[in-house]
């Protein structure tokens, strides 16, 4: 596509729930990224995929966050169990290949009540 | 992880320099010094990048100091369209993880 697609762009959920949370990444882009930020904070990384090679995950914040990636296509963020801290704006991105410019999504707003 | 340093706000008037400073002292060898700023409720946008020389392009300039230790953001004559959230931001050259700084946020007065 055009640019880098997110949904759902808004997400409303109770306590305990789980939440998926997709990603779209510009076509021939490798590497993808998520990031979270919360109201009113900077951007805090979560994880980073490039190609085959195994994920970064060092800043995923807790194991009921999950992330997967089909090859250099989709990728799915996973809360399961969503808490009140999990409300923020969830954002992906993903770097040209040459430049490495980061190309955001719009991001997905996720309000765990 | 080199980190990055910006003062939480700055005011500039419209049509006004604006120079946007940032301090990554721990800044390595490989680390690019890139640039993005947030709207109202969008994601960031890219601004501009560089590894040691000052770049220029359409929306703005970057100076690199020769230490590499601090960079500033320059807009040579602010809009009110760039009232945002400029984060500073380096890209590990090893690793490629962007690491985001504070960000600063700009106000631009009519």
């Known amino acids: 596509g055009a640019g880098v697609s997110q949904s759902p762009s808004n997400k409303v959920t109770e306590k305990g729930k789980d939440v998926e949370l997709r990603c779209d990444p510009i076509?021939?882009?490798?590497?993808l990224y998520w990031y979270r930020q919360r109201l009113g904070q900077g951007l805090e990384f979560l994880i980073y995929?490039?190609?085959?090679?195994?994920?970064?995950k060092s800043g995923l914040p807790s194991d009921r966050f999950s992330a997967e990636r089909t090859g250099e296509s989709v990728s799915t963020l996973t809360i399961q169990r969503t808490q009140q801290e999990d409300s923020a704006v969830y954002l992906c991105?993903?770097?040209?290949?040459?430049?490495?410019?980061?190309?955001f999504g719009e991001g997905s707003r996720l309000t765990v009540l | 992880d080199a980190k990055t340093t910006q003062p939480n706000s700055m005011e500039s008037n419209e049509e006004e320099p604006v120079h946007l400073p940032c301090n990554h002292s721990?800044?390595?060898?490989?680390?690019?010094i890139h640039w993005y700023r947030q709207l109202p409720s969008q994601g960031p946008e890219y601004v501009i990048h560089?590894?040691?020389s000052n770049v220029n392009n359409r929306m703005a300039s970057l100076a690199i100091a020769e230490d590499r230790k601090s960079s500033t953001l320059i807009l040579h004559r602010a809009t009110l369209r760039d009232a945002a959230v400029y984060y500073c931001?380096?890209?590990?050259?090893?690793?490629?993880?962007?690491?985001f700084g504070t960000g600063t946020r700009l106000k631009v007065l009519a």
């Open positions: 991105a993903s770097p040209g290949p040459n430049t490495g410019e980061l190309f």
């Open positions: 076509s021939g882009h490798t590497a």
């Open positions: 995929f490039q190609g085959n090679s195994a994920p970064d």
């Open positions: 721990t800044i390595s060898g490989t680390d690019y």
């Open positions: 560089g590894l040691t």
């Open positions: 931001i380096l890209r590990d050259g090893g690793t490629y993880k962007y690491i």
